[in-house]
């Protein structure tokens, strides 16, 4: 039981847009950075999402973070069938003192 | 390119010990923190371990400490996890993974190997 909560799956037709939510507590989104990565089918992780709201360079801009209080979002607009992954958001706990992956979320796009 | 090439992962018996390391070319080995994450066979990411640039900062998840050590050979450009004790649930494909190039924990985990698989099993 991951202490980062995350719904199962979430799915949109082509071109939609989709939230992934990601929900934890004070000891860990609330005080520090959320970090997202892209699961693709027979690939290694991929970064997303760095510093709650950064891209790195490659990704384009229809990825995005966002955080408010304990809870962090990735939205990811313009969904293309190329999107289909888990997506997995992480933070580092406090209380733990260890980083902490959320549950994953499978994208599937209809 | 940056590079991150695990090895040493196989079969192993239940108390076995193993040592994975990962060979990193591409970038400056020895001005990254890293990482490794595993995944077990159906299950999500899960962060092992982490060791910071000079080694002086050092984590694990609660459910490798004790048993599993992390090392690094800058001058190899090498990064090790030795598994000691070794459990059925330690089975999973290990990922060598590049933090940043701070000397302290971030957990901006930018560049990842392909993985290799252990499996812990009689």
């Known amino acids: 039981q991951s202490v980062l909560t995350q719904p199962p799956s979430v799915s949109a037709a082509p071109g939609q847009k989709v939230t992934i939510s990601c929900s934890g507590s004070s000891s860990n989104i609330a005080n520090y950075y959320v970090f997202w990565y892209q699961h693709l089918p027979g690939a290694s992780p991929k970064l997303l999402i760095y510093d709650t709201d950064k891209r790195p360079s490659g990704i384009p801009d229809r990825f995005s973070g966002s955080k408010s209080g304990t809870s962090a979002t990735l939205g990811i607009t313009g969904l293309q069938t190329g999107d289909e992954a888990d997506y997995y958001c992480a933070t580092w706990d406090t209380s733990l003192s260890v980083y902490v992956f959320g549950s994953g979320t499978k994208v599937t796009v209809l | 390119e940056v590079q991150l090439v695990e090895s040493g992962g196989g079969l192993v018996q239940p108390g076995g010990s193993l040592r994975l390391s990962c060979a990193a070319s591409g970038f400056s080995f020895s001005a990254y923190s890293m990482n490794w994450v595993r995944q077990a066979p159906g299950k999500g990411l899960e962060w092992v371990s982490f060791?910071?640039?000079?080694?002086?900062?050092?984590y694990y998840a609660d459910s490798v400490k004790g048993r599993f050590t992390v090392s690094r050979d800058n001058a190899k450009n090498s990064l090790y996890l030795l598994m000691n004790d070794l459990r059925a649930e330690d089975t999973a494909v290990y990922y060598c993974?590049?933090?940043?190039?701070?000397?302290?924990?971030?957990?901006?985990?930018?560049?990842w190997g392909q993985g290799t698989l252990v499996t812990v099993s009689s």
């Open positions: 060791i910071s640039i000079t080694s002086n900062n050092i």
């Open positions: 993974v590049r933090d940043r190039n701070y000397d302290y924990f971030w957990g901006t985990l930018s560049a």
